[in-house]
């Protein structure tokens, strides 16, 4: 029993040191580009990531663990709805955690304010360790409200939308395999 929670515990510090490297200043600046962005320049897919460079090695059977990190892909269609789709994955030795949720809805961009409302949501937990841990459910549908802008960084062009408490959220063009699909 205690392994198991020495286990769970390190599995929330890696997902921790994730979230924190994210906020601690080692993504590239981003200067925000003058006037507001119209539709067009909206429309398509957009992806936020961070990976931990964190890999775990059993000593006994030299394995590795999976990798750990979260993404974020949003897709705006031009018929006034979105895709959202985020998964975050913890990995310790043989044991593999996977958060995925899913989202659709509408989004409207009026001047700057984009506000985004969710039709449907869904979350997914899978856990190769904690078969208990393996569910899907439904979660409560939100509206959120943004200014939306858009910016440069060294990578090129990237989305930001500013939440009202100031804090930006910062989505490059996807250019990849996508976490939606087609």
Known sequence: MHGRRLSSLFMLLAGLLTSARAQDG?????????GSPDRAQLIGEWFQSQMSN???SNPNTGSRSGPSGERTNIRFLPD?????GW???S?????????FGYKTGIYTLEGSTLTVADREASLTSRDNCRPQ?????????????????????KYGLVLVLRHADGKD?????ERG??????
């Open 133 to 153: 841990w393996n569910y899907k459910k439904e979660v409560p549908l939100k509206t959120f409200t943004y200014q939306l802008l858009l910016g440069q960084t």
């Open 26 to 34: 080692w993504a590239p600046k981003v200067s925000i580009l003058p």
């Open 80 to 84: 006034g709805t979105f895709k959202l």
């Open 177 to 182: 395999k996508s976490l939606l699909g087609n």
């Open 54 to 56: 964190i890999e775990f």
């Open 169 to 173: 959220d910062v989505y490059e063009r």
């Open 91 to 99: 990995a310790m030795y043989s044991c593999t955690m996977s958060l």
């Open 87 to 89: 998964l975050k994955q």
